[in-house]
Nanobody, 115 residues
């Protein structure tokens, strides 16, 4: 069974950086779009960034200039480099992946921004 597992979350001070990873486990073929979403307490899940199989990217306005999404198609792994983090970025970050008409979600990794 295919699963996507996030890692790299944690506690960081305002202005700090984190790098999130999302790795596929199990046998999976032709992952098309991959993306990051986040959900803060009491708020709806929101889009952060996405990347196509060709490397094309899309960012939410809140992420532009601070976050960088990338992927390794050989390893079926996606990354999110986050810089200049603020308390507003504090949330559970989930990865999403589309493969052969099926959407997969990871369980999420917590990002806490606090001094």
């Amino acid at each position: 069974q295919v699963q996507f597992v996030e890692s790299g979350g944690g506690l960081v001070q305002p202005g700090g950086s984190l790098r999130l990873s999302c790795a596929a486990s199990g046998r999976i073929f032709r992952i098309s779009i991959m993306g990051w979403y986040r959900q803060a307490p009491g708020k709806e899940r929101e889009f952060v960034a996405s990347i196509g199989s060709d490397g094309s990217t899309n960012y939410a306005d809140s992420a532009k200039g601070r976050f960088t999404i990338s992927r390794d198609n050989v390893k079926n792994t996606m990354y999110l480099q986050m810089t200049n983090l603020t308390p507003e970025d504090m949330a559970v970050y989930h990865c999403q992946a589309w493969a052969q008409g099926v959407v997969y979600w990871g369980q999420g990794t917590q990002v806490t921004v606090s001094s």
